[in-house]
Structures are given as structure tokens and as C-alpha cells.
């Protein structure tokens, strides 16, 4: 039987013209045509990128029937649009999405979309670190313990406007929300039944034009909530946030108490705190709450050991795409000596705090980019008898060499966590982090 949600949408947007704003390469963009398509809309994809560089997606789309205009944008397409659903990191500022604007052309999220359609409870995560981590926590904690639950928002490889097929009011979705997904919640002025804020560090300067722009985009995970919803707070964030009606319920590291048997670093701990806030606010027995989130085992790509050998222990953290990521990954690891690869492309973001903790560092392996080349002079005076003698602009080379000088120690760490976007070389932080295991295999193998 079809769900009334289902209805609704196909009579509203059968034969009309959706127009996507970035396919991507994550699953999100791939999703929304499908869903559409599927309602009898005619749907049209506009890419900046060619067809070459969205391969992998467009191969996932053969049997959809879709209009792909890439490498660029026309001005036609939005214009013609029944309604546009924009790409998280397409800035609201594009011409085009201006121009749509002005004749009124509605422009969604993904997220906030399915939020404002979604019948059943959200729990919602956001912050600047540990997103992913937490996220995946509290989906764990729900499931374990008898939840009807799914995972969706800013998961790779999830499509969460498919939920709307098949959930009902009784469902819970547990969503990692970025701040560019929350700026549609502010315009639709809703937010989570559940607000997770894990912490707020400077990041997508590159995007933003001040910190203050980013903090309003993530304040929209509260903003809107009523007195029926709770807003779990990092207690170090207490005295920053607005007024809100929900129940504030703040937390720290101290408020899990107990040993975490497969992630490290103290950032884990509030992870850990977190999700202890939410088992208490669904009434989850606590010493059950507590055994799930000990045994969480943690996300790919965040702090993660792929392999020893020859007394050198290999971690990929490729998802540390800032300086405060870097350093609380140096943090986790600090009891070897640390062969750090590090570098990419620029968010803006400030880096003097991380430049200070390279200290603790036994050697620094550089990979190019804008990143790189802003840290660069200021690497020579204060850390020149740590740096090789090259910046690479391959990864291979660059592994092989940390791997070199991790084996003149007594046992280390190659640790690859580069606090700098991946798009210098990758398309993104996860196919950096696919090439980085894929190297590390080949040494394990030799």
C-alpha cells in the first residue's frame, strides 16, 4: 500500500521539472533523481563537473530517466524549474540560484525537505568534530535496544528522502546534519526532536565569510525547537547559545565515566557522553546504554588502524579535514612516536595552534596544496628538522616515504591525517582515504 506521504508528493510533483544542483559523489545527489523520477517528475541534473570525473555516479543512474547537463551551468535549466534541490556545499549566493529565486523557483535541501515530510521523530547531530562518530553511536544505541531507527543525513552511500517510502510516525532517523544542510532548516524554520551539538570549532571558511555566518547555520539545529524537544549541548557551548525553548541537557568527558575498548582520545569521550544524554532522555536502561557505546568499534576514515608491520602501526584519518582535527588525532595517538602526513587544500581556517602541537611530533611527511603552501615558511623556522626534504604531490611516494622513517624508530605511527580538504589530488576526503589503505595494503603485502 502505497504511504499517504507518497501520495501527496506524487500528486504535487508528477510531470513537473526538478532540476538537481550537483549529483556529487557521496550517493545524496544520486538519490534525490531517483526519488524524483520515480514520482513522475521529469528531472534534470546540473554539474560543474564532466561526465568523466561523475562516472561512478552517473553509472548508478542507467536505468533512470534523467537529463544530465554537466560541465557547467545554463541558465535555462533553473529558470524552467519547477522547484531546484541544491547541493549541501552550493552556495546560496550562485547567480543562478538567484535568478531562480526571484521568479519565486522554491529552493530545497535534501534534509530539511525530508524533515518538513518526515511523520516521525528526528534526532539530529551536528558540530565541528565528531559528527559521524556520534551519530553512528546513537543509531547503534537505538537499534540495540529495540528502536524502529535509520541512519541518514551526511552518511556517504545513504539516500535519506528514500525513507519517505517506506517510514511511518512511529520511526526514528538519526541524522548527521552539516551547517550547509542546516541553512534549509532555517529557511523552513524547524529543527530535530533531538539536537545533538557536539562542538564548534572554525571550519568551512572557505565557504563562509566569518565564523559568525557558519554559528548561524549550525544554530538552526535548535532554533526552532518547542518545549516537547531537548538540546544536547556540550556544556563548554552553554553560555553561546540563543534562547531556546527545548530542554537543554548539557554534557563533557566526564559524564561517561567508563573505558571506551576501541576508541581513543579524550574527543571520544564526549562522543560517548553525548550518546550516554540520549539513552537517558529515551528512558535506555543505563548499563546497557553504557555496554553498547564501550563495544562501538568506530567509523572508517576517523582514527582508523589499518595494519602493522615491522613495529610501525598504520592509521588513516582522512576525514580530518582541519587543523583542530589534526591535532586532536596527534592527541589520540601521543604514546608513539607520531610520523605525521599532513596537507591539501585550504579551508582558511586559522592554524597556529596546530603549527605549536607539531612539537610533539617525530617527523612531518607534506603533501601539496594551498594548505601547504600557507603553513610552509612557518613549518621551515619553527619545525625545519622535522620536515623531509620534498612536498608530494603523490600519495604512494608519500607512504612509502613516512613508512621509511617510521621504521628507524622503536616503534610508530604513520599517521595520516592531513587537517586540509582532500581536492588538491582526490575528489574527496573518502577517495583520499580509499588510496591511502590501498598503499598501505601493498606495503602489509610486501
Known sequence: MEQDIIKSLKKKYQGKNVLVVGLGLQGGGIG??????????????TDKKNKKQLSVSINQLINTNVNLHLAGHQIKDFLEADIIFKGPSVLWTMPEIIEAEKKEIPVELELSFFAENFPGKIIGVTGARGKSTTTQLIFNLLKLSGFPVYIGGGIPG??????????????????????????GFHRKKISPHIAILTNIYPDHLNYYRNMDEYLYDKKAIYLYQNEKDYLVINDS??????????????????????????????????????????????????????????????????????????????????????????????????????????????????????????????????????????????????????????????????????????????????????????????????????????????????
Open 32 to 45: 534525490l533523481v531517483r526519488f524524483f523520477a520515480e514520482l513522475g517528475a521529469y528531472v534534470t541534473v
Open 158 to 183: 545513504i539516500s535519506t528522502i528514500n525513507y519517505l517510502k517506506t517510514l511511518t510516525k512511529n520511526d526514528w532517523v538519526v541524522m548527521e546534519i552539516s551547517s550547509w544542510a542546516l541553512s
Open 237 to 446: 557551548l552553554l553560555r553561546s547559545i540563543d534562547t531556546s525553548k527545548s530542554k537543554i541537557i548539557p554534557f563533557n568527558k566526564g559524564d561517561f565515566p567508563f573505558k571506551l575498548n576501541h576508541l581513543k582520545g579524550e574527543h571520544n569521550l564526549e562522543n560517548a557522553a553525548a550518546a550516554l544524554k540520549v539513552a537517558e532522555i529515551l528512558n535506555i536502561n543505563k548499563d546497557k546504554a553504557v555496554k553498547i557505546i564501550s563495544n562501538f568499534q568506530g567509523l572508517p576514515y576517523r582514527q582508523e588502524i589499518i595494519g602493522d608491520k615491522d613495529n610501525v602501526t598504520f592509521v588513516n584519518d582522512t576525514t580530518s579535514t582541519t587543523p583542530i582535527a589534526t591535532i586532536k588525532a596527534i592527541d589520540s595517538f601521543k604514546d608513539k612516536k607520531i610520523i605525521l602526513i599532513l596537507g591539501g587544500n585550504s579551508k582558511n581556517l586559522p592554524f597556529n595552534q596546530l603549527i605549536n602541537q607539531l612539537d610533539k611530533i617525530e617527523k612531518i611527511v607534506l603533501l601539496a596544496g594551498s594548505f601547504t603552501d600557507e603553513i610552509l615558511d612557518t613549518l621551515r623556522v619553527s619545525s625545519l628538522n622535522k620536515l623531509g626534504s620534498k612536498v608530494y604531490d603523490n600519495l604512494e611516494e608519500a607512504v612509502n616515504e613516512a613508512y621509511r622513517l617510521a621504521k628507524k624508530t622503536k616503534g610508530s605511527y604513520v599517521l595520516f591525517s592531513p587537517g586540509a580538504t582532500s581536492f588538491a589530488m582526490f575528489n574527496n576526503e573518502f577517495h583520499r582515504g580509499e588510496e591511502f589503505n590501498r598503499v598501505v595494503k601493498k606495503i602489509l603485502r610486501q
